[in-house]
């Protein structure tokens, strides 16, 4: 059996943790492990340490800002695909995480096993069909130019 790839949750709140960690546990198709950090400079560093299929990132951690460690991860090229997590539903804070490189917005309000883990399974294949993509004709990723 293959080892399961890895979830990266940057999330301040503990119970959010569990809940994702529920629902990761309950995908009908690939598995994954889930692995959950509380604060900005830890999750920054571990997303662009790690080699993660996807990271899940709250919008509002503690004294930080989810879309500042969106933009300032796709600054440095990782290739991790990113969702932002949000309670925050206004369509400002949807375009500003689209616009920073995120592959999709979800709010923790909305958040149902099929559409989640749909979600999931969508931004990882985006995500690998892009890097295949950019290997092929050599083109580098967003902030490698």
Same mark, same amino acid.
């Given at each position: 059996m293959n080892n399961p790839r890895k979830i990266l949750l940057i999330d301040d709140e503990p119970l959010i943790g569990q809940l994702?960690?529920? =629902?990761?546990?309950?995908?009908? #198709?690939?598995?994954?492990? !889930?692995?959950h950090v509380a604060?900005?400079?830890?999750?920054?560093?571990r997303l662009l340490g790690g080699s993660?299929?996807?990271? =899940?990132?709250?919008?509002?951690? #503690?004294?930080?800002?989810? !879309?500042?460690?969106?933009?300032?991860?796709?600054?440095r090229s990782c290739p991790t695909p990113i969702i932002l997590l949000t309670g925050d539903a206004r369509e400002e804070t949807d375009l500003a995480a689209m616009?920073?490189?995120a592959a999709d917005f979800i709010n923790k309000g909305e958040l149902k096993p099929d559409t989640f883990e749909r979600a999931v399974d969508y931004a990882i294949k985006t995500a690998d069909a892009l890097n295949q993509l950019r290997a092929k004709q050599k083109v580098p990723a967003p902030g490698q130019r």
């Open positions: 994702i960690g529920m =629902l990761v546990a309950k995908f009908r #198709g690939e598995s994954f492990t !889930l692995e604060d900005y400079a830890e999750g920054l560093q993660y299929a996807l990271c =899940l990132l709250d919008y509002h951690l #503690g004294s930080g800002d989810g !879309l500042q460690l969106l933009r300032e991860a796709k600054a616009d920073g490189g």
